[in-house]
């Protein structure tokens, strides 16, 4: 198959490096000359000009960022009058609807797609030709996408080991601000309450807050074309956001006037406990239900080969490693090293690893 893809940003590039991996063509192209030969350089695809190559194209993908997405589409579907067309863009409804109201030749030929894949870093310098392995892709087909284009599309998300899911646009775009949107925004207001935060108190930072703020180090630019673009969906599900933290304000504004008010301190219970029931329900890293591991903290020296040891030595007692997570102590010549293994396990692991002198957090 030749890909053509538009835009050769994180997106665009990384599923450039997919597809060419499994040994098809891709073409690449992108406004800026830059972004272009550093995607085509980083092997993600090869240069072209549009219009080029006319008729040898099977499949275009469009991975800008969503205010430019649905005129790209209308010219791309005129461009490559075989070619089925996609898109990545993080928002379905306003993109499809400004297909629809075009009415453009071709229209059978688009199937919206949103890969549920992406880091808090754009641009091709962070492209991974892995990005989608084990990712939901939402396939978003209208009215009037013919079936070929719609299995097109999801043989491509599955190519690149994604898993395809089928949903209209308007669903995807509430699932969206849910699931990504809105908690891009809460951990960007969050993140931007550090920059008063004076320097001395900032080095207790520690793991909660690293968990909470990795994306709000996303592209301003993306995100604010992202954002508005699905406004109404974002702003409903932050009302409901807001009406929990004006009940979280209350019963703190409670707790200042009085010691361990009742009402109050269950009050910041619920909201712990709902937390939590919420977390459950978020489904394992490969779309399955989530799993439980035993997870053992083990002490790391800071020195060059240590974690290699680490995880020879946990190879030797012939344990599967789940995940793994580092923590570094500010100042300490020391890391922590968490390591999730199946529970059955842990404590097994926990001996085996003091037997080889490893200081184990109990
Ligand atoms: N970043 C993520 O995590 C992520 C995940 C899933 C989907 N998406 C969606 O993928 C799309 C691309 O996001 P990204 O993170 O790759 O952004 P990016 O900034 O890394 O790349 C976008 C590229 O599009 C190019 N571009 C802009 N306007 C163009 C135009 N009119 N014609 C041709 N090229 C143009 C830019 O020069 C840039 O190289 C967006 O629609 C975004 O919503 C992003
Ligand atoms: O993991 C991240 O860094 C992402 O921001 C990825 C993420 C997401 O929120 O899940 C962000 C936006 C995209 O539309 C899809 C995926």
Not at 32 to 46: D, Y
């Amino acid at each position: 198959m030749t890909a053509r893809i538009v835009g050769a940003g994180l997106l665009g590039a990384s599923l450039g490096l997919a597809l060419r991996s499994l040994g098809h063509d891709v073409i690449l192209d992108d406004v800026s000359p830059l972004s272009l030969s550093l995607a085509c350089g980083l092997g993600a695809g090869e240069l072209t000009r549009a219009g080029d190559n006319d008729g040898e194209v099977d499949l275009v993908v469009i991975a800008t960022p969503p205010d430019v997405t649905a005129e790209v589409i209308i010219r791309e579907l005129a461009a490559y009058p075989d070619a089925i067309v996609t898109d990545v863009a993080s928002v379905k409804g306003r993109v499809i609807d400004a297909i629809l109201a075009a009415q453009p030749d071709g229209l059978e030929r688009f199937v919206g797609s949103h890969p549920m894949a992406g880091k808090e870093r754009s641009g091709a310098p962070n492209a991974d030709g892995d990005l989608f392995t084990g990712r939901p892709w939402v396939v978003v087909p209208t009215a009037h996408s013919t079936r070929a284009a719609i299995d097109l599309v999801m043989t491509l998300a599955v190519d690149v080991g994604a898993m395809p899911v089928l949903m209209e646009p308007a669903e995807h775009d509430q699932a969206v601000a849910a699931v990504s949107h809105v908690p891009q925004i809460i951990s960007s207001l969050l993140a931007a309450q550090l920059t008063d935060v004076p320097d001395h108190q900032l080095t207790l930072a520690g793991q909660g807050l690293r968990d909470t703020t990795r994306v709000a180090k996303s592209d301003p630019m993306l995100w604010s074309s992202i954002l508005s673009a699905n406004a109404a969906p974002v702003l409903a599900h932050l009302r409901d956001v807001k009406t929990s933290l004006d009940k979280v304000l209350a019963d703190l504004e409670e707790c200042c006037e009085e010691l361990y008010p009742p009402a109050a301190i269950a009050g910041l219970a619920a909201l712990i406990e709902s937390g939590s029931a919420g977390v459950a329900r978020i489904p394992g890293k490969h779309g399955g239900a989530q799993r439980n591991y035993a997870e053992i903290v083990v002490y790391v020296p800071d020195r060059p080969g240590e974690l290699a040891r680490l995880f020879a030595d946990i190879g030797r007692g012939e344990i599967n490693i789940e995940d793994v997570r580092l923590e570094h102590a500010t100042g300490a010549k020391v890391g922590l090293a968490t390591i999730s293994v199946e529970p059955a396990v842990g404590e097994f692991l926990a001996n085996h690893l003091e037997e080889l002198d490893w200081s184990v957090v109990r």
